[in-house]
């Protein structure tokens, strides 16, 4: 049978990136053949093709053709001359580079290629403008392989966005890749096999929680792998597999069973060797793993545990993690929600207006208006320090004051530096015309925060570090929106804020974040968002031992800098395992 390549554009959206380079709008990140080796593998394991009849491939994103290659030489022989492959992609380039490989090493084979977009297609096929209400009107496929693309749909553009979320029940900022993976619900057979390469953001993040429900309605997952910073791909992107049968009932929930694998970077010894990271992963659950090139790599095996919750964080849940978590979860008392909400810190989006480091450096003055700037250069450990380098000990102009009616922004008349200042910029700050169809004055900042909060006790935390950096702040500083900060909405329960202070900045939390969250970036960063901290366990600020803790951390933040603090940090560190019925010891990483 010949081959058909099809190249005729059919349901081509125009060209919609005019701000971004070209990869990073089409989101295209073509997969290394390792790779592409590796779900075909796992896919053929799991796949019972039809003993007669067509065996129907689908690629719904397929690039450069890697992933069809890789899994049609892995096809019995007796298979061959009944498939039927296809392959969608919007980059003409591409296809005509995948026509090349797959004539090449498939000539005889009935492959068509079409240069169309898969998420167009799929809702082209429903009759009805819910995509789940209606069946199929295409032959379903029994193999789906792909690496849809990642991009964010602001940058898609706005319109499409807005499609997008409607047609696919998505709501809040999602990736492209998101509505790849519903749409490849719709187009897989009963019992047919996906093999999917994804971004692992959607196991952890907020905005992946109705994707995790609808994963675990429309497919039934056979097995999911975080393939954390194993750098698989030249793209900065964290990488995730997903095998998955195609479900009958698409409303029933399939979240039992689910194996689970993990593999992160770690600096611990090696207990075995491999050659590369993805053969890492036949290693035993808890192993860590030399690879040939020298980083070493902690591999873990379980089953797939959301909390019970549909729409909950994915982990991997094994005996060993699970008892570890138990006992922490039989001595909390609450958890950071307690305490109060969690909040980013101010926005202005005219940075260059707002926050600067040479105020006294005006001709006119100093505007009125200033306040000090607490931001990510000033974080340390319990207490802020200032920065060493001038330019980074920022201030902010906040024109935002409380009054009996709430927050309001300033009579400018009042402040007259403050006024001039603003005015000599004014032209960039009503550019901003979304504050200005919002109802909003054009001096304002876009997310001032509470302007009466600042003055009162705060726990002020980075979003990004690889080891867990909180500090209280007592003088008044405003939050930049690169930090979160938590206060007491009981102003009478400041001792909690104290308590989660030494719990905060323990390796006890280093090890709760791991097992309870396990959402690292590269070189094991860990991403302190609200989502994860509000889940930060406080044992009971009662008990004897809390009452220790509260007391030594206070004695900590009150020796730095003048004091080495290293003797009374290792005793607080210690005696918050303690409070959780743990020992350091314990430490399961």
């Not at 007491?488 to 719990?503: G, H, I, M, P």
Request: hydrophobic residues 40%; glycine residues 4%.
């Amino acid at each position: 049978m010949s081959s058909q390549f099809n190249l005729t554009p059919t349901t081509v959206q125009p060209p919609r990136y005019s701000v971004v380079g070209r990869q990073k709008a089409d989101g295209a990140t073509y997969t290394p053949a390792i790779f592409a080796a590796f779900v075909a593998e796992q896919m053929l394991r799991a796949a019972e093709l039809p003993k007669e009849g067509s065996i129907r491939i689908l690629d719904p994103a397929c690039g450069n053709g890697v992933l069809l290659r890789e899994l049609i030489k892995r096809l019995p022989a007796e298979a061959m001359s009944r498939l039927e492959v296809v392959g969608y992609d919007i980059d003409a380039d591409a296809l005509r580079m995948a026509t090349r490989y797959l004539q090449q090493d498939f000539p005889d084979l009935n492959i068509r290629l079409e240069r169309k977009d898969f998420l167009q297609h799929v809702l082209h096929l429903q009759n009805d403008s819910d995509l789940f209400s209606v069946v199929e009107a295409q032959a379903p496929f029994h193999l789906v392989i792909a690496n849809p693309p990642y991009v964010r749909t602001q940058i898609i553009g706005m319109n499409q966005a807005q499609q997008i979320a409607q047609r696919f029940g998505l709501t809040g900022r999602v990736d492209l890749y998101y509505p790849f993976l519903l749409g490849i619900s719709q187009v897989l057979a009963v019992n047919g096999v996906a093999g999917i390469i994804t971004s692992n953001r959607f196991m952890t993040t907020q905005s992946g929680q109705a994707v995790r429900r609808a994963l675990l309605s429309r497919f039934r997952i056979l097995h999911a792998w975080d393939l954390g910073d194993t750098k698989l791909f030249e793209a900065a992107v964290l990488p995730s597999v997903l095998l998955a049968r195609g479900s009958a009932v698409s409303q029933q929930l399939h979240s039992e069973e689910i194996l689970y694998s993990s593999i992160y970077e770690t600096n611990d010894a090696a207990m075995a060797a491999s050659t590369d990271a993805l053969s890492a992963l036949s290693n035993e659950d808890n192993t860590v793993v030399a690879i040939r090139d020298g980083r070493h790599f902690r591999v873990r095996h379980g089953l797939l545990d959301n909390n019970g919750d549909p729409e909950g964080v994915w982990r991997v849940a094994t005996q060993a993690t699970d008892q570890w978590l138990a006992t922490v979860e039989a001595h909390t008392w609450n958890t950071f929600k307690r305490i109060g909400k969690i909040r980013v810190g101010v926005k202005s989006t005219a940075d260059k207006v707002f926050v600067r480091s040479d105020w006294s450096a005006l001709t006119d003055g100093r505007p009125e208006l200033l306040r000090p700037l607490i931001t990510r250069k000033c974080a340390r450990r319990f207490k802020a320090q200032l920065p060493v380098d001038i330019k980074h000990r920022k201030e902010i102009l906040y024109p935002h004051e409380s009054t009996a009616s709430g927050r309001a922004t300033v009579n400018l008349a009042l402040y007259p530096k403050s006024a001039a200042y603003l005015e000599r910029h004014r032209d960039v700050l009503e550019a901003r015309t979304y504050l200005i169809d919002a109802g909003r004055k054009w001096y304002e900042l876009w997310v001032p925060q509470d302007p009466a909060a600042w003055q009162f006790p705060k726990l002020v935390f980075p979003d990004i570090t690889d080891k867990p950096i909180f500090w209280i702040d007592l003088e008044g500083g405003i939050v930049n929106g690169e930090c979160y900060w938590l206060q007491c909405e009981n102003k009478d329960e400041q001792d909690l804020l104290w308590l989660a202070l030494a719990v905060a900045n323990s390796t006890f939390i280093e090890a709760f974040y791991d097992h309870r969250f396990n959402n690292k970036l590269y070189s094991g960063r860990r991403r302190f968002i609200t989502q994860y901290v509000e889940l930060f366990p406080l044992p009971n600020p009662s008990c004897e031992a809390a009452m220790d803790i509260i007391a030594l951390v206070k004695r900590i933040y009150a020796h730095i800098p003048e004091h080495d603090i290293s003797q009374l940090a290792a005793e607080l560190d210690a005696r918050v395992w303690t409070a959780f019925g743990l020992r350091t010891e314990e430490f399961l990483r």
